[in-house]
């Protein structure tokens, strides 16, 4: 939301007017259509209860830890799959990417004896490769995504089956420390509070400079005590997970990767020119480029910045599961990290979304699925649960484009 968005949604209010002011922009917000992730946090609560009614496990210290480490590498991927989605594309290719990924991991660090740092970078640069490829044809030849990504779905799945060979399964050694990364490392408990104090005051300073900024504009902005509060309830929240969480075997390393991940995207499309540009393609093409944005250069950032994330989703995923065969990033790796995305509230429209649609998609869609694999329920439930929950995502975000486009804000 801009700042002229702020001042039409509470009718030009005075700068500076405190929680009551925020509560109000906030309401004005929902009545606009800007829901935010609203639904998605409330969407989650409802399912955790639910869940947890029907068994009490199922919020257990020891289940909430494997959720968090069985999400961080199919989040990885959807967190790729926001990006196209703020630019109004799509890449049907990302399990493929990620089960490539995984093959050349496989075959460069155990049958070539690469070092792993090699053999982790070279398979990242396939991502890089194939997300640039992409970015060419659809802005050289004006190809629709669509067909493209579909294209590679297919030729990238090829190529890994070909790399795999044979075999059509390689395992990762047990002691790497990728596979460590993976299945064995976690924090120590006082390293989780540190964490989360360094969390904290980053947060805080942010909105503090972001206050100052606004202040200085002459435009709405949080006044000290609202600041201090969402930072107290920040701080409560990150303290009391890692505090349940070490309650078991604590904060997993790698769903800390991907939370770093996450913030580090948040930032990026939200603190700088690039992300501001991704924001404003995915808003109207045409418009971004009579600002004068590359829109070429942005399709290929993001293009190329989607398949990375495809590739390193597939390492985590293949470290985890310690072996890269015909399977990896087969299956419902495609289906599940879109799904995240949307579900997570980013919009098919394009233009709508953030970072953190990938880390509340995927623990919907963990959640549902760790809910039911204790109720002893089939797969098959797990499907059409979430293809329900997927469909309600996407009409929540269209009746809340409807409603932009009716009061003049879309």
């Not at 639904?39 to 409802?46: T, Y």
């Not at 209860?49 to 830890?65: E, G, K, M, R």
């Not at 970078?121 to 493209?148: D, E, K, Q």
Request: glycine share 12%; proline share 2%; charged share 10%.
């Amino acid at each position: 939301m801009t700042a002229a968005d702020d001042r039409a949604a509470v009718g030009a209010l005075p700068p500076g007017g405190g929680i009551r002011q925020s509560l109000d922009l906030f309401v004005a917000r929902i009545r606009g259509g800007d829901l935010g992730a609203a639904p998605v946090i409330a969407g989650l609560i409802v399912i955790w209860i639910v869940f947890q009614a029907l068994n009490p496990v199922f919020l257990s210290s020891t289940n909430l830890v494997n959720l968090t480490m069985q999400s961080a590498a199919i989040g990885t991927i959807a967190l790729g799959i926001v990006l196209v989605l703020l630019i109004g594309e799509i890449d049907l290719s990302v399990g493929s990417v990620s089960g490539l990924a995984a093959a050349v991991l496989a075959v460069g660090f155990v049958q070539l004896q690469w070092p792993l740092v090699v053999a982790l970078l070279a398979a990242a640069g396939v991502g890089v490769i194939i997300g640039l490829l992409y970015g060419f044809l659809v802005t050289t030849f004006g190809l629709p995504s669509f067909v493209v990504t579909l294209a590679g779905l297919l030729a990238f799945l090829g190529v890994q089956l070909w790399v795999l060979g044979p075999s059509g399964s390689i395992n990762l050694p047990f002691d790497s420390w990728i596979v460590q990364f993976a299945q064995q490392m976690f924090l120590p408990a006082w390293a989780s509070y540190v964490a989360v104090a360094a969390a904290v005051a980053l947060y805080a300073a942010s909105l503090a400079r972001r206050a100052r900024r606004r202040a200085g504009a002459d435009l709405v902005h949080q006044r000290p005590m609202e600041i201090a509060a969402r930072t107290t309830v920040l701080a409560v929240v990150l303290a009391a997970s890692a505090w349940y969480l070490n309650l078991s075997r604590g904060v997993g390393v790698m769903f800390v990767f991907f939370l770093v991940l996450v913030v580090g995207m948040h930032i990026a499309l939200t603190r700088t020119r690039w992300g501001r540009a991704v924001y404003a393609v995915g808003g109207s093409v045409e418009g971004a480029r009579r600002a004068g944005i590359r829109v070429d250069r942005i399709y290929l950032s993001v293009f190329a910045m989607c398949s990375t994330l495809a590739a390193v989703g597939g390492l985590l995923a293949a470290a985890r599961l310690a072996a890269a065969n015909q399977s990896s990033g087969a299956g419902d790796t495609n289906l599940t990290a879109i799904a995240a995305a949307v579900i997570g509230g980013a919009s098919l429209f394009g233009g709508r979304g953030s970072a953190f649609s990938a880390l509340l998609g995927i623990l919907v869609i963990g959640s549902i699925a760790s809910g039911l694999t204790l109720l002893n329920l089939d797969s098959s439930v797990q499907f059409m649960i979430t293809g329900a929950v997927l469909v309600l995502a996407v009409i929540v975000d269209s009746i809340s484009r409807r409603t932009r486009a009716a009061t003049g804000r879309a």
